[in-house]
């Protein structure tokens, strides 16, 4: 009688690799022996990072492909950022699957209903993938479930359910796993949180955390974007030294993926403004902005034009600034993404009231108010609120002056800006 070994060893994914990289728990205890022939071909090479080949051999893949190998191409085409393409989730997942498969489906739906922003439904999809993750006790989908409710309440405004939820994947990922791109992507979350109470220090600390196990994985990646939310943070500090020193120096390290370059040009943008380098702000506005275009991004091509017509504002270029507000307000955009055109009605009631048509500004500033209610925007609302007691004092209508200021204290007070409050109360004092 002959014996035979069974083939029991598995794909051993690479989990040193940066993002975009590819790990499953189902695949990795998974044998050899029950793949499929074109499991065999893309797994492999999924392990090895070679996206490339991956995603010429995913394509090729005939209508009636298993669900398995539809799955491995949507997850794919997410890790990539790929959402817009929603035929992806037209797949059948028959009732005899594995019940952690039917979970992944859940999970990368969920994925694309934050992108939409339905959150409800991406809330509902996480909590049942997790629990199936949990008694099947897949760690690492568990660890990536925690992570993605984090992202649902960080963009809901609870960042105290959100830094329970980080915690609660790092508590996975940190004993069990080797996996450093996710204890850096926590501990960079961690410090964003931070950054919403204005926590600068302790955000600047997790960054750095995060930083640190980054460089010292290799995550080129990561590094490029931990680098850029520490240049964020010192621009909102009001540091822009400190900030184009941080983006200089990493210039000089390896190229990054499209996204990441885009957010360093948009950062670059933002910190000459702030120093009043209009032109050196437009020329990396338009490298933003080409970035963007090819990369489909609506929002940022959305904000990029916005922030130039900003900088032709400065300028005193209020035909081209009046020209791009237009253009951004007649455009048809996605209902479910968060573009804000209040603040290019703002910009053109700033406008007006430059060139002394205080009841347009008025008008301006009406259509923005309203929009910034129904978006529930305090702090804007405030604003708003501020920007028409400034033509009803240059109208001479000192009570309604008041009135329109009171209103922005009141909402400045809601939020509990400090600043704004001072200069609310300031004026306020000064017309009583």
Not at 6 to 30: E, M, R, V, W
Not at 285 to 296: E, H, S, V
Request: with cysteine; glycine share 2%.
């Amino acid at each position: 009688m002959k014996l035979f070994l069974k083939k029991t060893h598995s794909i051993n994914f690479d989990t040193l690799s940066d993002i975009p990289y590819f790990y499953s728990t189902f695949y990795q205890k998974k044998t050899n022996f029950f793949l499929s022939k074109t499991e065999k071909e893309i797994l492999p090479l999924l392990a090895r990072k070679d996206l490339k080949k991956t995603t010429r051999l995913l394509n090729k893949l005939p209508q009636n492909a298993p669900y398995g190998l539809k799955l491995l191409k949507l997850e794919l085409a997410l890790q990539q950022e790929d959402n817009k393409d929603t035929s992806f989730f037209e797949i059948s997942i028959p009732f005899y699957a594995p019940s952690v498969l039917k979970a992944k489906y859940l999970y990368l739906k969920s994925l694309h209903n934050i992108y939409k922003t339905d959150l409800d439904q991406a809330s509902k999809d996480l909590s049942l993938a997790l629990k199936i993750f949990k008694k099947k006790n897949h760690l690492y989908e568990c660890g990536l479930c925690y992570i993605s409710l984090a992202t649902i309440y960080k963009i809901c405004g609870c960042f105290d359910i959100t830094t329970t939820l980080l915690l609660e994947a790092n508590k996975i990922f940190t004993p069990n796993f080797s996996f450093p791109q996710k204890r850096a992507e926590i501990k960079a979350n961690l410090g964003l949180n931070e950054l919403q109470y204005e926590n600068y220090d302790n955000a600047i600390l997790y960054l750095n955390e995060a930083l640190d196990i980054a460089k010292t994985n290799n995550l080129t990646t990561t590094s490029s974007n931990i680098i850029n939310w520490l240049a964020l943070i010192n621009l909102i500090q009001h540091k822009e030294d400190n900030a184009l020193k941080i983006l200089k120096k990493s210039d000089k390290t390896e190229p990054c993926p499209k996204h990441t370059l885009l957010f360093r040009h948009e950062m670059f943008a933002r910190i000459y403004k702030q120093q009043n380098k209009l032109t050196s702000s437009l020329k990396h506005i338009n490298q933003a902005l080409d970035i963007a275009t090819k990369l489909k991004n609506e929002r940022e091509i959305f904000e990029l034009n916005y922030l130039k017509a900003e900088i032709y504002f400065m300028k005193n270029n209020f035909l081209k600034s009046t020209q791009i507000l237009n253009q951004l307000i007649t455009q048809k955009h996605s209902p479910n993404a968060p573009y804000f055109k209040a603040n290019a009605y703002t910009l053109l009631g700033l406008i007006a009231f430059e060139k002394n048509n205080f009841q347009r500004a008025k008008n301006l500033f009406n259509i923005s108010l309203n929009l910034e209610n129904s978006k529930s925007r305090t702090k804007a609302i405030a604003i708003d609120y501020n920007n028409l007691a400034e033509v009803s004092l240059k109208q001479k209508n000192i009570h309604q002056t008041l009135e329109y200021l009171n209103k922005a204290l009141k909402n400045a007070q809601e939020i509990n800006d400090a600043e704004l409050i001072s200069y609310l109360n300031q004026k306020i004092s000064t017309l009583s």
